[in-house]
């Protein structure tokens, strides 16, 4: 998604410092909540998010594990860390930004062959 008259920095701020009525208002109808659950920002701050992907609705928590001046990844947590990942890389250019989002779901090994098409029919 390309944003006009956007900055990483603003993207990167927001993601670290998040609040309800702000997380709405970006999305109204498809993001209900984004809030921090501990006293930490940066690597190890665990959030709180409320959303629809698609139409299914999603309330998981997730751990920031990479943070950079132009990304930011967590791993979502339900009871424990899953192996799912949200990745969002930020482009600048003189215009605005482009932003870019990926997840990543998977265990490598024997066992993750076995239940990664569980964790992506649900994803």
Known sequence: MYVPRMRASRVIDFMLHPTDDLYRSGWPGTHFSMHALNNRSGIGQVLYI?????????????????????????????IVKLPCWLV????????????????????????????????????
């Open 50 to 78: 409320d959303e629809l992907v698609g139409d299914r609705r999603i309330r998981m928590r997730c751990v920031v594990t990479d943070l950079g001046p132009d990304r930011i990844a967590w791993q979502f947590m339900y």
């Open 88 to 123: 969002i890389k930020i482009d600048d250019d003189d215009g605005g930004a482009r932003i870019t989002h990926t997840i990543r779901v998977g265990y490598s090994g024997l066992l993750g062959r076995l239940l990664d098409p569980l964790f992506r029919v649900y994803f």
